[in-house]
Nanobody
Framework: KVQVVESGGGSVQVGQSLRLSCTAS????????MGWFRQVPGKEREGVAC????????YYSSAVNGRFTLSRQQWSKTMFLQMDDLKPEDTAMYYC?????????????????????WGSGTQVTVFS
């Protein structure tokens, strides 16, 4: 059974940093795209940063481009999200997800595909 686990969320002040981690297990396949998504109550889940199954291109949403950095060793199912210069609007539940065989842009744009494996989320709160 595929499992996805995130960690690293917390509460920080504006301008500070957090680093999220994600590890997927339960499969020997290595052609997974991986991505970070976030959701606030009442809004749809949105793709924040995603890397395709073969790398190395990474998609960043316009809201986080230049402040967030996704990293992942090629073919690894461990991924990180370095979040710098955090803002109150970054407050959300952050989810890690994996999906086989798609590009980085597809990974971040198709949030309702049934082939996606989701983690349970980690809360990030940014206060001023």
């Amino acid at each position: 059974k595929v499992q996805v686990v995130e960690s690293g969320g917390g509460s920080v002040q504006v301008g500070q940093s957090l680093r999220l981690s994600c590890t997927a297990s339960g499969t020997t396949q290595d052609d997974y795209a991986m991505g970070w998504f976030r959701q606030v109550p009442g809004k749809e889940r949105e793709g924040v940063a995603c890397i395709g199954w073969s790398g190395p291109d990474i998609y960043y949403s316009s809201a986080v481009n230049g402040r967030f950095t996704l990293s992942r060793q090629q073919w690894s199912k461990t991924m990180f999200l370095q979040m710098d210069d955090l803002k109150p609007e970054d407050t959300a539940m952050y989810y890690c997800a994996i999906r086989r065989g798609v590009r980085h842009t597809t990974m971040c744009s198709e949030t309702n595909d049934r082939s996606i494996y989701w983690g349970s989320g980690t809360q990030v709160t940014v206060f001023s």
